[in-house]
Nanobody
Framework: QVQLVESGGGLVQPGGSLRLSCVASGFTIRNSDMRWYRQAPGKEREWVARINSDGLTTYLDSVKGRSTISRDNTKNTVYLQMNTLKPEDTAVYYC???????????????WGQGTQITVSS
């Protein structure tokens, strides 16, 4: 069974940092395009960052320079390091894989359950 489990969210003051983790099971992240999304209250879900199978990273403009997406293939885990957090970063953050190969077939999109980041003083 393919699965993504996020962790690392929490309450942080403006200017603080958090590192989100996304542990994958049932497939190998090394061969997959992995993404982070977020959804703020009353807003549409938006894409935040992406790392492809070659390690190329791209970011939403509003988090560029403050965020780093990375992966540890040995742990089958994707990370999102977020620095200089702002109140507008408050949202539920989701890990996602558009397409994965598992059990002899392609599946997806795969979504985690989300982890909440609240930025407030």
């Amino acid at each position: 069974q393919v699965q993504l489990v996020e962790s690392g969210g929490g309450l942080v003051q403006p200017g603080g940092s958090l590192r989100l983790s996304c542990v994958a099971s049932g497939f190998t992240i090394r061969n997959s395009d992995m993404r982070w999304y977020r959804q703020a209250p009353g807003k549409e879900r938006e894409w935040v960052a992406r790392i492809n199978s070659d390690g190329l990273t791209t970011y939403l403009d509003s988090v560029k320079g403050r965020s780093t997406i990375s992966r540890d293939n040995t742990k089958n885990t994707v990370y999102l390091q977020m620095n200089t957090l702002k109140p507008e970063d408050t949202a539920v953050y989701y890990c996602s894989a558009p397409t994965v190969y598992s059990n002899g077939r392609f599946q997806g999109p795969i979504w985690g359950q989300g982890t909440q980041i609240t930025v407030s003083s």
